[in-house]
């Protein structure tokens, strides 16, 4: 994917590197964004949630997470951060693990993503990953939605001006 690249940046104020995710304007509900910030105040990930169910929750959150950050770090059958967003949005506090995983080609445009298929225990949520010729890894959650590979095709990188703080 060559057209992800690294941003610099002398005092972060929002990530610096591109989000990969779903143009708000293609979206018809509403949409939010949530930074992860680390204490030395750069940031560890992006988060947008996409909600169709008119407030009652996301039906989508797509995590953009750098190297490094510590939500990539977890235990043997533990959700992504993006799916226990999800859960938590939701109210569904019932516990969720990834029962297994399978890898499968994908096409985005000219690139060819090996996408990690996470089956969990919660048969509602649906849950995949790739990562990004730039290091970051790319999570999709949904809710009571299949992701298709459709779905890919519709993935691009937002502007850094969404995601500027003060």
């Known amino acids: 994917m060559s057209f992800l690249r690294r941003r610099s940046a002398a005092t972060p104020a929002g990530p610096d590197f591109d989000v990969l995710a779903m143009d708000p304007g293609d979206w018809p509900g509403d949409l939010g964004a949530g930074l992860l910030p680390a204490p030395d105040g750069s940031c560890q990930g992006v988060f947008l949630r996409y909600d169709l169910f008119g407030g009652r929750g996301p039906a989508m959150i797509i995590g953009n997470l750098p190297e490094g950050s510590p939500a990539r770090e977890l235990a043997e059958g533990q959700v992504p951060f993006e799916v226990?967003?999800?859960?938590?949005?939701?109210?569904?506090?019932?516990?969720?693990?990834?029962?297994?995983?399978?890898?499968?080609?994908?096409?985005?445009?000219?690139?060819?993503?090996?996408?990690?298929?996470?089956?969990c225990s919660e048969s509602r949520v649906s849950c995949t990953q790739f990562d990004r010729s730039d290091g970051v890894l790319v999570t999709i959650a949904s809710w009571d939605r299949p992701i298709?590979?459709?779905?890919?095709?519709?993935?691009?990188?937002?502007?850094?001006?969404?995601?500027q703080t003060g």
């Open 148 to 163: 298709t590979d459709d779905l890919y095709q519709l993935l691009k990188p937002l502007p850094a001006e969404m995601f």
């Open 84 to 119: 226990a967003q999800l859960l938590a949005a939701l109210g569904h506090d019932e516990p969720v693990e990834v029962l297994e995983t399978e890898d499968t080609p994908v096409m985005h445009e000219d690139n060819l993503l090996i996408v990690r298929r996470l089956k």
